[in-house]
């Protein structure tokens, strides 16, 4: 809705650009994507739901202050035979809700994955206009390091890096810096797939009347890969960034599921799924039940409205 406070002319121009989005095809193929918009809103909610987790619930569960031992192992809708309270996933063995750490568990997946995404987005984008513009050795040397960590897998590279970064991080700082090496292991070994998209479009685009003209008034190198050549790319980037996000939540929490991921202080959804694992055949199906639902829901709803950008994103897709 405009905003009835800017003058005019301010209004005009939004309501036109509002206008022209709702008659773009982009719009369009979404409106007629029922795959598109249930995952948009799955996504919606759940990021929404971890982003205002401390107004939908009433206590932080993992602030030992509101733990309660008698609360532990309740089933889902049924009153504690101590307390009396009644919570709507259960808690786990230490009383905590499981609703809510399910939320603050979430924004440590949410926060992880998109800071690696972003970082391996920026690190890739720059090393793709580096080997694709300069070429020669710069680009054997880049793309030769790309094809050798393409021969190992992801989430290998991840724990490699992890575990090298955390060796030389300082004991006493290892609990408050695992959240930002967990981002950099992940970023390290997923800037590869972004590299090689921005080198592609870097030689198609290296090539063009506009480059050479930027050239030939002696325009900045750097600034022509900034300002003319990486607008041509971003559209491939922005839906590998997409799908990448889904896979870096699976990688966290996979390697938090390990054990090498997020510290217990700070637990994410795969440290969730872990410690739900242990009391899977006891009979508390509910602690791994529920994190497993929602780890599932995310990362599959991510993923559709990834393949589904890519496919809107593509003419010769559609």
């Known amino acids: 809705m405009a905003d009835t406070n800017l003058p005019l002319t301010e209004r005009a121009v939004e309501k036109g650009r509002w206008q022209r989005f709702r008659e773009s095809d982009f719009f369009h193929a979404f409106k007629r994507s029922p795959v598109a918009i249930v995952s948009f809103a799955v996504v919606s909610v759940l990021v929404l739901s971890a982003i205002f987790a401390p107004l939908i619930t009433s206590t932080n569960?993992?602030?030992?202050s509101t733990l309660n031992l008698m609360n532990g192992f309740t089933p889902p809708m049924e009153p504690n035979a101590f307390t009396g309270q009644q919570f709507l996933m259960g808690t786990d063995d230490q009383g905590r809700d499981v609703f809510a750490t399910i939320l603050y568990g979430m924004r440590i997946s949410?926060?992880?994955?998109?800071?690696?995404?972003?970082?391996?987005m920026i690190l890739g984008i720059v090393l793709g206009l580096i080997s694709g513009y300069f070429g020669g050795w710069?680009?054997?040397?880049?793309?030769?390091?790309?094809?050798?960590?393409?021969?190992?897998?992801?989430?290998?590279?991840a724990m490699l890096i992890f575990g090298i970064a955390k060796?030389?991080?300082?004991?006493e700082y290892r609990d408050q810096m695992a959240i930002w090496v967990l981002i950099l292991a992940i970023g390290l070994s997923d800037w590869v797939q972004f590299a090689r998209v921005v080198r592609g479009a870097t030689l198609v685009e290296k090539g063009k009347d506009y480059v050479a003209a930027a050239r030939l008034i002696g325009r900045n190198p750097w600034a022509i890969m900034i300002k003319?050549?990486?607008p041509n790319a971003l559209s491939p980037v922005?839906?590998?960034a997409t799908i990448s996000l889904a896979l870096a939540i699976i990688a966290e929490a996979t390697l938090s599921f390990l054990g090498v991921g997020a510290p217990p202080t700070q637990p994410s959804l795969g440290t969730l799924i872990r410690i739900g694992q242990g009391f899977l055949f006891s009979g508390e199906w509910w602690i791994l039940f529920f994190p497993a639902c929602t780890l599932l829901a995310l990362a599959l709803s991510v993923n559709l409205l990834g393949d589904w950008l890519r496919d809107a994103l593509n003419p010769r897709l559609r």
């Open 61 to 64: 569960p993992f602030d030992p």
């Open 238 to 240: 922005l839906v590998i």
């Open 110 to 120: 949410l926060f992880v994955g998109a800071s690696a995404v972003l970082f391996a």
């Open 138 to 157: 710069t680009e054997t040397i880049i793309m030769r390091i790309a094809d050798v960590q393409l021969t190992f897998p992801s989430i290998l590279v």
């Open 167 to 171: 060796g030389i991080t300082p004991v």
């Open 228 to 230: 003319h050549i990486l």
